[in-house]
C-alpha cells in the first residue's frame, strides 16, 4: 500500500492511498468462499453450487463488501501508520476502482488536533472599561426590591389599571354557558394581558358587589376552533379590589431582606459594594476578550471542523436546556438543535480557540496552580460569599468540585500574566453606557 500525506487547511490531513489489486484479490476470494458455504441455489445442495452460479447470484454483494472491507482497513492502517492523530471519521473521497487487475486509488480526509504556536502576546494596548457606581443605580436596585416585596391588599374604590380584581366570570355563546370559560374568584391582574384582548379593559372601573355583562370576540387564531371569531358575552361578578402595597424604605425593610441590615444605610452600602464588584466581573471579562481576540487576530491558526462542530452542538444543547427551564418549547420558534448549532458556529470557534491560546500560554510561561494557589482562593472566594471554608468546599462540590474550580483559578493566573504583560489603560463609564454597549454587542451577535 503506497500512502502520501499532504498537509489542508482546517488542520486537515489529505492520505492518498493505493492499495494492489491483488490485496482486493485475496480478500475477494476469502469473501467468495464463506458466501460459497452458505448460499443457497434451487437445484444444488447448500455449498455446493458451481462458482459462476454462485457470482451470478452474489457476485455483486460479494464485491461491494471485500471493497468497503479492503478500503477501510487500509484507511485504519494508512492512519497509524502515519502517526496520525484522528479526530472525529475519516471522510473518504475520490474512490477509483476500474477493474480486478487495477490498483485501487482514493482519498482520506482526517481532522488532526491543530498544531500552532502562540508568539504575539505582549507589548499590545487595551483599555479597560469600569463602570462606575452611582447613586441611582443603588437607588434602581432598592426600587426592584421594594417591587418584589409589595404586595396585593384588599383597598376601596373601583377597579384600575394595576390593580387585582377578583372575580366570578361566566361565558355564554348564543345563551349557552360555555365550562371552559367560566370561574369563581379569579384574581385577575388589570393590564397583565392574560385574558382575551378587551376582557381587562371592560373590568376597569367596576366596584366590589356590582355584576356587568361585558362582550368579547374571541380572536381568529384562538386555539379552540369553536370560539374562534366568536362574540362571547362575560358576566362578570366583582368580589374584591386589591391595590400593590409598596412597603417603607426603613430599617424594618433592611432588616427583612437580611437580618444583618440593621439600617437602610446598611443595606445600601452592601449593595453598592456588589455593584461595584459586579462592574469589576464585568470589566475583567471585557478586557479578558478582548486580549483573547487580539491574540487570536495576531496568531492565527486553524482548528478543525470537528472541534467547532461538537462545541457547537454543546451550545445549543445549553440552549435547549434554558429554554426548558423557562417551560418554553423552541420548536414554537422554529429552533432545534441543528439550527441553533448552526448559529452557535462562530462563537463557538472562538471560544474554542481562545481555550487553545491560553493553554498554550500557560504551556510556554509554566503556569499552573498549585493545591496552595486552589486553596488560597478557596478561601478568597468563602469570605467574600460568607461563607465558611467548608461550606464553600461543599457547595462547590455540588457545583462542579474542586477541579472546575481549579480552572478557574487558572485562567484567572493566565488573565493576570496577560495584563501584566501588556499595557493596560482604564477608562471610567457610567453603567448606562456598559448595558447599552452589552445590548448592541448581543444584537449584533443575534445579526450574524
Request: hydrophobic share 40%.
Amino acid at each position: 500500500m503506497k500512502v502520501t500525506v499532504a498537509d489542508k487547511e482546517k488542520s486537515q490531513k489529505e492520505l492518498s492511498v493505493e492499495i494492489p489489486a491483488q490485496v482486493y484479490k485475496d480478500t475477494f476470494e476469502k469473501e467468495f468462499d464463506k458466501a460459497a458455504k452458505t448460499v443457497k441455489v434451487a437445484g444444488f445442495r447448500q455449498g455446493k453450487a458451481p462458482k459462476d452460479v454462485v457470482l451470478k447470484e452474489k457476485g455483486h454483494a460479494i464485491r461491494v463488501y471485500a471493497l468497503e472491507h479492503v478500503i477501510n482497513e487500509a484507511v485504519k492502517n494508512a492512519i497509524e501508520e502515519n502517526g496520525i492523530r484522528a479526530m472525529g471519521q475519516p471522510e473518504v473521497k475520490d474512490v477509483k476502482f476500474e477493474d480486478d487487475d487495477s490498483p485501487i486509488t482514493f482519498k482520506v480526509y482526517v481532522d488532526v488536533f491543530p498544531t500552532y504556536d502562540i508568539e504575539k502576546f505582549s507589548g499590545f494596548e487595551f483599555t479597560k472599561e469600569i463602570n462606575s457606581v452611582e447613586t441611582a443605580d443603588v437607588d434602581n436596585v432598592l426600587d426592584n426590591l421594594l417591587k418584589r416585596q409589595a404586595a396585593f391588599e384588599p383597598a376601596e374604590g373601583a377597579v384600575e389599571n394595576g390593580c387585582v380584581a377578583v372575580i366570578d366570570f361566566e361565558g355564554k355563546l348564543n345563551g349557552e354557558i360555555i365550562p371552559q370559560a367560566c370561574a369563581k374568584e379569579y384574581p385577575l391582574e388589570i393590564g397583565s394581558g392574560n385574558f382575551i384582548p378587551g376582557f381587562e379593559e371592560q373590568v376597569i372601573g367596576m366596584n366590589k358587589g356590582e355584576v356587568k355583562d361585558i362582550t368579547v370576540t374571541f380572536p381568529e387564531t384562538y386555539h379552540e376552533k369553536s370560539l374562534a371569531g366568536q362574540p362571547v358575552v362575560f358576566t362578570i361578578t366583582l368580589h374584591e379590589v386589591k391595590k400593590k402595597a409598596t412597603p417603607a424604605l426603613d430599617d424594618a425593610f433592611a432588616k427583612n431582606i437580611n437580618e444583618k441590615y440593621e439600617t437602610v444605610d446598611a443595606l445600601k452600602k452592601a449593595i453598592e459594594a456588589d455593584l461595584k464588584s459586579e462592574a469589576e466581573d464585568l470589566s475583567k471579562d471585557a478586557l479578558y476578550n478582548a486580549i483573547l481576540d487580539k491574540l487570536i487576530e495576531e496568531n492565527p491558526f486553524d482548528i478543525p471542523a470537528v472541534m467547532v462542530v461538537e462545541q457547537a452542538e454543546k451550545l445549543a444543547e445549553q440552549t435547549l436546556r434554558q429554554y426548558s427551564m423557562y417551560g418554553m418549547n423552541p420548536e414554537q420558534f422554529g429552533l432545534n438543535k441543528k439550527k441553533l448549532a448552526e448559529q452557535h458556529m462562530a462563537n463557538a470557534e472562538r471560544q474554542i480557540k481562545s481555550a487553545l491560546v491560553i493553554n498554550k500560554i500557560s504551556e510556554k510561561n509554566n503556569i499552573n496552580p498549585t493545591d496552595e494557589d486552589v486553596e488560597k482562593a478557596i478561601a478568597e472566594y468563602a469570605e467574600k460569599f460568607e461563607r465558611s471554608v467548608d461550606e464553600f468546599k461543599k457547595e462547590l462540590e455540588q457545583y462542579g468540585g474542586i477541579n472546575s474550580f481549579r480552572n478557574t483559578v487558572f485562567t484567572n493566573m493566565v488573565y493576570d500574566y496577560l495584563t501584566a504583560n501588556n499595557k493596560i489603560a482604564e477608562k471610567v463609564i457610567s453603567k448606562a453606557e456598559r448595558d447599552a454597549k452589552i445590548a448592541e454587542a448581543s444584537q449584533a451577535a443575534k445579526e450574524a
